[in-house]
């Protein structure tokens, strides 16, 4: 679908016409903040009331309310929900929208000398219409009035929004630093913030992961652990306690099905892993979720190989166990 | 550590309770809500607050009845009552026979009014009791208390609200009437910052610069996608210059000059141009209208009816003064109550109450039909480019003149959406059309707000009832009441059949 601009010299402004549900509307550039694909914004949700939950679009140091026209016309029952290819971000008074498009259809030179525009029939508070509505090229262009999207009861569910989404996206940022920290040069607070931080941000598996990471932790560095875990608990709680002890050698895995894999840790580091044909990171997480008959530590004192990991083992774990099936990491 | 001081503020709006929660939790006081009457006094009895924040019109009880059943009660009759009401004859007539009233408030407040009004409360109240909990914390306690009151303790208005008793409810509710004074968050200004403040001058648009807009642009180099011409182009987006809100203003109550809103001149040009007229029209057709009906933002009537004439012209003049001071580099006023407000701001509110306004004036029909938008008939035409009907009907709604009328030749999924929009009186079909349109029409039968549409099938002149593609009980079941031959005389025969409908309507 195109709009044609038309001849002569531009007289009207610029707006953004988009597409949803085949029908065409336009905004004035100087409220639109952005425009995303559909894979390109992260969708979060924050829960608004008991039971609903309203997904948002971060950008920049705010979060735009995704809110899909056909909720904002009263359609949402009779159409259902949709799936959209892209996001329109438009500030709404103090609200920073991001409404669901099917496409983005270009920007148009608007001059409404000629056609005259007629008000929406779907007003707001005061009686003020949503936007005009012009026939243009033969399609039904309606230009919306940014201002006027909300009616005063979604503008007040939306209200909580921006704070919710605010203290999610600090935790986000919160949990980054906790993380490069992890990797860095961890310690037992750091992972239980973590867990808790990507719990409450609905990352339930990092979150089961750091904890069982953290059950290791805790342990005294000496004793053995003293838990019945499974295969795979039992191999977390022998390399942290290496890593605790800061030991250098080469951990053997002997795997269920014959074959065999090592994790090499140097100072309590894992530098490398091997398991058949893969090495570093991804023999490590193999070795982690393929079931095992046991492991034995050997001692080095020195490992003259090159790191092919360069995180700490704790960090290097949780991501391991994260990334393994649910079935595979339980305690 | 200090106790805090227990607030009971009841009010069955939203918007009023988490105001009161914003201005009141920072400053020290302990907030309890209640939505009724009846919540109101079961909590009074058993929190034993130190004040209570009482709205006048409650969903179960009045304001006074509230008073009177705390009073009666041993346990609430000595907690202080601030009535707050945007009715100030009302609560000074339930002051009469309420002792336990001691302080009023009038909507809209400001968190100083708040503040200032709890305080004397609880003070007037320890003065006669001694036995009230210890004023807040100290931060919020350093407003002068004296501000709004009068001696005899009612609040004086302020000459400025009654302007205000018609502001409509802002853009966000809960923001703006809860945004606290510049004076209640920081010291006073000293005279050079303060004329530093008031002579700010932008480097472009004055009015341009407004707050919102000197805080949104954030351009995600290599996220943001924006659209231009008809092609996706990873330019990322750079802002625009900005229109003041003047001339949105201006495009939204004239629809005849619906381009003024995305013109390019200097705003403050075409504001002038296009409010002073506008503004006289109202003002003129406003004379006989009366505030009394009109909601204020907190949700109830103004005090005193004025005419909407007077509204007008004392909106006129306020616009004046913000156009002046725009054209002369200002970005921000300070306002009597020591609070900063920037003339984007200024000019938003003053948009949102014209167009109050403009409703009322349209409600009352002192404007001209055209003005409303409302009188003419609205038709939809929906047929495809190469219908056999096409161009009758095109002729037929041209010929009309008097129509609001669109059409939709293709993608009709678009059919309920801009139904809802454009809100047509009559959908004129191509009735041999199938399954496309037919599907939509089953969507617009199940939607509430569009059952009084009248849909008229057209069908070409030689067709008739045994015409295979002209299947009646279809078109019945989609909701069509009336097949049309379009005939060389279609316009004149849909100009009957509408003008018709619409007198039975």
């Not at chain 2, 200032?116 to 109240?125: D, G």
């Not at chain 2, 009109?294 to 009537?301: C, H, K, M, N, V």
């Not at chain 2, 049309?484 to 003008?499: F, K, M, T």
Request: hydrophobic residues 45%; glycine residues 8%; proline residues 7%.
């Amino acid at each position: 679908m195109r709009l044609m601009n038309g001849g002569g010299p531009e007289r009207g402004a610029k707006v953004l016409v988009v597409s949803v549900d085949d029908a065409l509307f336009a905004c004035h550039l100087d409220w639109v903040e952005a425009a995303y694909a559909g894979a390109q914004p992260p969708i979060h949700l924050v829960r608004m009331g008991s039971d609903r939950a309203r997904p948002f679009v971060p950008h920049g140091q705010e979060a735009a309310a995704v809110v899909d026209l056909r909720e904002l016309l009263g359609l949402r029952e009779a159409l259902g929900p949709a799936r959209r290819a892209g996001y329109l971000l438009v500030r709404s008074g103090a609200a920073l929208l991001a409404l669901p498009i099917d496409a983005c259809v270009g920007v148009r030179e608007l001059d409404l000398s000629q056609p005259a525009p007629v008000p929406t029939r779907l007003r707001r508070e005061g009686g003020v219409p949503l936007g005009h509505m012009v026939e243009l090229d033969g399609h039904v262009l309606t230009v919306l009035d940014p201002a006027r999207l909300l009616d005063d009861g979604l503008r007040d569910a939306l209200a909580p929004l921006q704070e919710k989404a605010q203290a999610f996206q600090d935790r986000q940022a919160r949990i980054e630093q906790l993380w490069q920290e992890i990797r860095r040069e961890p310690n037992a607070e750091q992972v239980r913030v973590f867990a808790r931080l990507c719990s409450r941000s609905g990352r339930g598996r990092t979150a089961g992961a750091a904890r069982q990471v953290l059950l290791h932790m805790d342990e005294d560095a000496d004793s053995p652990p003293d838990h019945a875990g499974d295969a795979v608990d039992r191999l977390v709680g022998e390399l942290l306690r290496r890593a605790r002890s800061r030991s250098s050698g080469t951990l053997r895995v002997d795997l269920a099905d014959g074959g065999g894999g090592e994790i090499v840790l140097a100072a309590g580091r894992v530098v490398d892993a091997r398991c058949g044909a893969s090495r570093g990171r991804d023999a490590f997480t193999r070795l982690l979720g393929a079931p095992h008959r046991g492991a034995r530590f050997e001692e080095r004192i020195e490992w003259a190989g090159s790191d092919r990991i360069a995180e700490s083992t704790v960090a290097l774990t949780i991501a391991a166990l994260e990334s393994l099936p649910s079935g595979a990491r339980a305690l | 550590m200090d106790e805090l001081v227990r607030v009971l503020a009841v009010d069955d709006s939203v918007t009023i309770r988490k105001a009161l929660e914003l201005i009141l939790a920072p400053t020290g006081f302990a907030v309890e809500f209640a939505t009724s009457g009846g919540e109101a006094i079961d909590k009074a009895r058993h929190g034993a607050p130190a004040v209570i924040l009482l709205d006048f019109i409650l969903p179960d009880m009045r304001g006074n009845e509230v008073c009177r059943a705390l009073r009666d009660d041993a346990r609430t009759a000595d907690i202080p009552i601030v009535l707050v009401s945007a009715r100030g004859a009302e609560i000074r007539q339930a002051s009469e026979d309420a002792p336990n009233v001691v302080r009023y408030l009038t909507k809209p407040f400001t968190p100083h009014e708040v503040i200032t009004v709890i305080h004397a409360a609880t003070e007037a109240c320890s003065a006669t009791t001694a036995t009230t909990a210890p004023p807040p914390r100290a931060d919020a306690a350093t407003e002068p208390a004296t501000a709004n009151a009068s001696p005899t303790g009612a609040v004086v208005r302020d000459p400025a609200r009654v302007v205000a008793a018609i502001e409509p409810p802002p853009t966000n509710a809960v923001c703006a009437p809860i945004e606290p004074p510049v004076s209640a968050r920081r010291p006073p200004v000293s005279e050079p910052a303060r004329q530093a403040l008031v002579d700010e001058r932008p480097d472009s648009n004055p009015i341009s610069a407004d707050d919102r807009r000197s805080r949104a642009p954030h351009d995600p180099v290599g996220v943001l996608r924006r659209a231009q011409g008809d092609r996706y182009d990873s330019t990322p987006l750079r802002p625009e210059p900005v229109r003041a809100p003047f001339v949105e203003a201006s495009g939204a109550l004239r629809p005849s000059g619906f381009a003024g809103a995305f013109q390019t001149e200097r705003p403050t040009v075409i504001a002038r141009d296009h409010f002073g007229p506008l503004l006289e029209r109202l003002r003129a057709g406003l004379e006989a209208v009366h505030a009394e009906a009109i909601d204020t933002y907190a949700g109830a009537g103004a005090e005193a009816a004025t005419p909407g004439g007077e509204d007008a012209s004392e909106l006129g003049a306020q616009l004046a003064d913000a156009l002046r001071r725009a054209e002369s580099g200002s970005r921000h006023v300070l306002r009597q109550d020591g609070s900063i407000r920037s003339l984007g701001d200024m000019a938003l509110d003053a948009y949102r109450r014209v167009c109050r306004l403009l409703f009322r004036a349209a409600a009352a029909g002192t404007l001209a039909a055209d003005d409303a938008g409302d009188a003419r008939p609205r038709v939809l035409v929906v047929c495809r480019a190469e219908s056999p009907v096409a161009a009758l009907l095109e002729g037929a709604v041209r010929d009309a003149g008097d129509w609001h009328a669109l059409r939709i030749a293709s993608d009709f999924r678009q059919i309920p959406m801009t139904v809802c929009l454009f809100g047509p009186t009559h959908l004129l079909v191509e009735a041999t059309q199938g399954e496309a349109i037919w599907q939509q029409l089953r969507i617009l039968r199940a939607l509430p707000h569009t059952r009084p549409l009248a849909i008229i099938g057209v069908v070409p002149a030689d067709a008739d009832g045994a015409d295979p593609s002209l299947d009646l009980e279809r078109l019945r079941e989609v909701g069509v009441t009336m097949v049309v031959a379009a005939g060389p005389d279609l316009a004149g025969v849909l100009r009957s059949h509408i003008g018709s409908m619409r007198a039975a309507a």
